[in-house]
């Protein structure tokens, strides 16, 4: 007899669907996957085999099963097949009745005792299986919440292939999940708990207004200084003066987790932005993503929060080069023999270096050790076309006794958040019907349009890019930056303090050398 069950796999962060086609006809007792399966598909037979046994049905011995997973040409990987494999066995060797079959999807790993474990891409699953067309979706309990947060599909959460069985001999044996995301989403956001607050941090104005103009405009920013600084604080702190994630933004950062198997247990729904500080000790693999069997890296499950990478210049060059294209086209594409995936990557770049080797060039309280050579060795290490993309340079520089001691009358986060969020209203409604664009993404087309500037200001911008040798890209970039300056100011059009403030976090690196 023959049995098709519909279940799905994961390409990228998006999921697709796949048939368990199974066959059954005389042998002596073997289940052949065929369909391209990996290691842990082959070794679901295994599972399912004990699990069927747990659950005290009279499997034939005479028999022989050939489960296809198709389309046939896609290598499929993971546990999930483990559950639809288990109700395509059953079905044909008619242990289970069909005729609902076809109104499933089905996704689940098996224990041997027939308990139905947790799956990765259970959100990306349940989104493919409303694409289908299914009335519902069988998954495991533990992945119920997380794929409920999908509207139009009707979700069944089971923890045993039994009630798997109840459920196609009875579709109304086992009780819907029944759940309002965007109701859980509003609650779970005033129960937010506050995290680290940039009133902690004393001193360091510069910074703070850096990373104020960062956060606004979707800056990516460098800050330099020596080891104590307070570069590693600062940087935590900035998720917290971002604007807080909407649904829809909750939604896609959820599924990106989802699919990466990143999900914390019991948390449905990502909450806060991310902040990831990978160490540069980090493989380029995992950095950017991929692998034999493809991950999304650092630069993906940062997406619309911060990639924080701490000591620079200690990553390799190789590695920093590859997040130059990511970071103009907030997207990073992975190709490899058979597939190529593109997972989002639309993060918020914050590097931290000392200013030399030794940590204390331009120090208040030690003396540099280093030569010219090795300093300069040192910033070689950080390419052009990457220091370019870095649009704010800032220095951070040791507290003075004074600020150490005081106690500080400094802006709590929900202050600076405020003004943030103002900033990136005012740029909502610039963009006006078109596609929603920071300012530090503009294209050039929108640059003319949005950023004008008078007469003086053009010719101290043209000054500035003799003097400090500016590059076309990092000139505007500093046109980018006084944008939104003046929307943090509410102003309308971009004067000439604006853009003199802009020019002065665009001062090259190698004015830490110099200094
Ligand atoms: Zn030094």
Request: charged fraction near 20%; charge should be neutral.
């Given at each position: 007899?023959?049995?098709?069950?519909f279940?799905?796999g994961l390409?990228?962060?998006?999921?697709?669907c796949?048939?368990?086609?199974?066959?059954?006809?005389?042998?002596?007792?073997?289940?052949s996957?065929?369909?391209?399966p990996d290691?842990?598909?082959?070794?679901?037979?295994d599972?399912?085999?004990?699990a069927?046994?747990?659950?005290?049905?009279?499997?034939?011995?005479?028999?022989?099963?050939?489960?296809?997973?198709?389309?046939?040409?896609?290598k499929?990987?993971?546990?999930?097949?483990?559950?639809?494999?288990?109700v395509?066995?059953?079905?044909?060797?008619?242990?289970?009745p069909?005729?609902?079959?076809?109104k499933?999807?089905i996704?689940?790993e098996?224990?041997?005792?027939?308990s139905?474990?947790?799956?990765?891409?259970?959100l990306?699953l349940a989104m493919?299986?409303?694409q289908?067309?299914?009335?519902?979706?069988i998954l495991p309990q533990?992945?119920?919440?997380?794929?409920?947060l999908?509207?139009?599909?009707?979700?069944?959460p089971?923890?045993?292939?039994?009630?798997v069985?109840?459920?196609?001999e009875n579709?109304?044996?086992i009780a819907?999940?029944?759940?309002d995301p965007r109701?859980?989403?509003?609650?779970?956001?005033?129960m937010r708990?506050?995290?680290p607050?940039?009133?902690?941090?004393?001193?360091?104005y510069?910074?703070?207004?850096?990373?104020?103009?960062?956060a606004?405009?979707k800056?990516?920013?460098?800050?330099v200084g020596p080891?104590?600084?307070?570069k590693?604080?600062?940087?935590?702190r900035?998720?917290?003066?971002?604007?807080p994630?909407?649904?829809?933004?909750?939604l896609?950062?959820t599924k990106?987790?989802?699919?990466?198997g990143k999900l914390?247990?019991?948390?449905?729904?990502?909450?806060?932005?991310p902040f990831?500080s990978?160490?540069h000790?980090?493989?380029?693999?995992?950095?950017?993503g991929?692998?034999?069997?493809?991950?999304?890296?650092?630069?993906?499950?940062?997406?619309?929060?911060?990639?924080?990478l701490?000591e620079?210049?200690?990553?390799?060059?190789s590695?920093l080069?590859?997040?130059?294209?990511?970071?103009?086209?907030?997207?990073?594409?992975?190709?490899?023999?058979?597939?190529?995936?593109?997972?989002?990557?639309?993060?918020?770049?914050v590097g931290?270096?000392n200013?030399c080797p030794c940590?204390y060039?331009?120090d208040s309280?030690?003396?540099?050790?280093?030569s010219?050579?090795?300093?300069?060795?040192?910033?070689?290490?950080?390419?052009g076309?990457?220091?370019d993309r870095i649009?704010l340079h800032?220095?951070?520089?040791?507290?003075?006794?004074?600020?150490?001691?005081?106690?500080?009358s400094?802006?709590?986060?929900?202050d600076?958040r405020l003004?943030?969020m103002?900033a990136v209203?005012?740029?909502?409604?610039?963009?006006?019907?078109?596609?929603f664009?920071f300012?530090g993404q503009?294209?050039?087309?929108?640059m003319?349009?949005?950023c004008?500037?008078d007469?003086?200001?053009r010719?101290?911008?043209a000054?500035?890019?003799?003097?400090l040798?500016l590059s076309?890209?990092?000139?505007d970039r500093?046109?980018r930056?006084?944008?939104?300056i003046?929307?943090?100011?509410?102003?309308?059009?971009?004067?000439?303090?604006?853009?003199?403030?802009?020019?002065s976090?665009r001062?090259p690196?190698?004015?830490?050398?110099?200094?």
């Open positions: 007899m023959f049995a098709r069950i279940s799905g390409a990228g962060v998006d999921a697709y796949i048939e368990v086609e199974c066959d059954c006809g005389p042998g002596i007792g073997q289940i996957l065929v369909g391209l290691a842990s598909v082959k070794e679901s037979q599972r399912v085999r004990s069927i046994k747990a659950c005290d049905f009279y499997v034939p011995y005479a028999k022989r099963w050939i489960v296809n997973l198709a389309p046939a040409d896609t499929k990987e993971g546990p999930a097949f483990d559950l639809p494999i288990a395509g066995i059953l079905a044909s060797t008619s242990m289970l069909t005729e609902h079959l076809s499933f999807w996704a689940g098996l224990g041997l005792d027939g139905v474990r947790p799956i990765s891409g259970a990306p493919a299986a409303r289908h067309g299914a009335l519902g979706i533990d992945n119920a919440d997380e794929a409920a999908i509207d139009g599909i009707n979700i069944f089971v923890s045993h292939l039994k009630q069985c109840q459920l196609l579709p109304d044996a819907m999940l029944d759940s109701r859980t989403f509003k609650e779970s956001q005033k708990r506050a995290g607050d940039m009133y902690e941090v004393k001193g360091q510069v910074a703070k207004r850096a990373l104020e103009i960062a606004a405009g800056h990516n920013i460098l800050m080891p104590g600084s307070g590693s604080m600062l940087a935590q900035l998720p917290g003066i971002m604007p994630l909407s649904f829809d933004e909750a896609e950062l990106l987790y989802s699919a990466a914390q247990n019991k948390t449905s729904l990502v909450l806060e932005r990831r990978p160490h000790s980090a493989s380029a693999v995992g950095l950017i991929g692998g034999a069997s493809p991950r999304p890296g650092e630069i993906s499950l940062s997406h619309m929060g911060i990639l924080f701490d620079l210049t200690e990553f390799p060059r590695h080069d590859t997040l130059r294209q990511p970071l103009e086209t907030a997207n990073v594409t992975i190709s490899r023999a058979t597939q190529t995936l593109t997972y989002p990557a639309s993060f918020l770049f931290a270096c200013p940590g060039k331009g309280v030690k003396c540099c050790s280093c010219q050579f090795q300093a300069e060795r040192y910033w070689n290490r950080l390419s076309p990457l220091l649009d800032v220095n951070v520089a040791r507290l003075t006794q004074d600020e150490l001691s005081s106690m500080g400094s802006e709590t986060s929900d600076i003004r943030v103002r209203e005012i740029q909502q409604e610039r963009s006006g019907t078109q596609p664009m300012n503009m294209t050039q087309k929108q003319v349009k949005h004008k500037i007469e003086k200001s010719l101290m911008l000054k500035a890019v003799h003097n040798g076309a890209r990092a000139y500093v046109l930056i006084s944008r939104t003046a929307d943090l100011k509410a102003h309308e059009d971009i004067d000439s303090s604006d853009l003199a403030e802009a020019i976090y001062s690196y190698r004015v830490h050398l110099e200094s």
